[in-house]
C-alpha cells in the first residue's frame, strides 16, 4: 500500500463555513457556536482507499481580510485546496479571484475543489448550480460539491475528490 502526505488550503470568505466543515469531517460533529478562525487552524485526517493510504493535512484559513496578510506563508507546499463559499450569498467574483489568486501562489496549477456550504438551507439557497459550474470552469478548479456540516450532507467528497487527484497526479 502506497502511502501519501498532502496539505490541503481550505479557503473562503469569513462565514462560508470552513471550519464547521472540517470539524465534521475530522471530528464527526457540528458545533453551532463555532466562532471565526484567526489566522489559521490546523487539522489532520487519515483517509485508505483501496490501495493507498493519505494523511491530509488541512489548514483552515481565516476568512476575514484582516489576516489575509499572514496568508502568504501558510500556503507554501500545498497540494490542493478547498474553496467555500456560503450558499446563501452568489459570490462576488472578486473574493473568488482573490482565494484563487491566494491558494494559487506558489502553483498555478494547484488543483481546487469549490464547495458550496450550507446547502441545508434549502429556502434560503441563492446560488444555483449553473452559476457555481460557471465559476469553477471560469477558475479551471477540478469539481463543485454541495456540502452541509450540519445535516452531514456530502462532507467527505470534495476531500475524496480532491485526494484522488492528488494521488493520480503524484503516481506519475
Request: charged residues 25%; contains cysteine; aromatic residues 12%.
Amino acid at each position: 500500500m502506497r502511502n501519501f502526505l498532502f496539505k490541503i488550503l481550505v479557503t473562503g470568505e469569513g462565514g462560508a463555513g470552513k471550519t464547521s466543515l472540517l470539524r465534521r469531517y475530522v471530528d464527526g460533529f457540528f458545533d453551532e457556536s463555532t466562532i471565526m478562525t484567526i489566522g489559521v487552524e490546523f487539522f489532520i485526517k487519515e483517509v485508505v482507499f483501496d490501495d493507498f493510504h493519505c494523511s491530509l493535512q488541512l489548514w483552515d484559513l481565516g476568512g476575514q481580510k484582516r489576516f489575509r496578510y499572514l496568508l502568504e506563508s501558510y500556503v507554501m507546499g500545498a497540494r490542493g485546496a478547498l474553496l467555500l463559499f456560503d450558499m446563501t450569498k452568489m459570490p462576488k467574483i472578486g473574493d473568488i479571484l482573490e482565494w484563487v489568486n491566494i491558494a494559487r501562489l506558489h502553483d498555478i496549477n494547484l488543483p481546487i475543489v469549490l464547495v458550496g456550504a450550507k446547502n441545508d438551507l434549502e429556502d434560503f439557497i441563492a446560488v444555483d448550480d449553473e452559476s457555481a459550474l460557471h465559476i469553477k470552469n471560469a477558475f479551471n478548479m477540478i469539481d463543485y460539491v454541495k456540502t452541509s456540516a450540519k445535516s452531514g450532507y456530502n462532507v467527505e467528497e470534495p476531500f475524496v475528490v480532491l485526494a484522488r487527484k492528488l494521488v493520480n497526479i503524484s503516481k506519475y
